[in-house]
């Protein structure tokens, strides 16, 4: 049975948008090209499929399975605690980011570079 990659890519442009992440974001979190991101986000097929999708959901705080099952038209079972996980991500993304602002204005190196 074919993957249904217009799934795939609504559930993770939804799931960015949640999240705030950007392309790039997610490209580093899921250890794969900024290019590959685009492909999914437009509903294009994968090559590496399910290993992928694997990181791709790990990178949005989704089980390693979602996306996989998104892709095949499976029902994703709801996780009552996943909003909480997914805030508690976010909230630490925050505090590395500010950890990282202030220990440039210590070091006296303006941030971004």
Request: hydrophobic share 45%; no cysteine; aromatic share 2%.
């Amino acid at each position: 049975m074919p993957k249904d990659w217009q799934a795939v890519a609504d559930a993770i442009n939804t799931r960015m948008e949640e999240l705030k992440i950007s392309q790039r974001g997610l490209a580093d979190a899921a250890r794969v090209g900024v290019a590959t991101v685009r492909r999914l986000q437009k509903g294009e097929p994968a090559e590496r499929g399910a290993a992928l999708l694997a990181a791709v959901s790990a990178a949005l705080h989704w089980p390693p399975g979602h996306l996989e099952s998104v892709a095949a038209g499976q029902p994703v079972p709801v996780d009552p605690t996943a909003a909480l996980r997914d805030e508690v991500a976010q909230l630490r993304d925050e505090v590395a980011e500010l950890r990282r602002l202030v220990e440039e204005v210590r070091s006296g190196v303006p941030a971004g570079g």
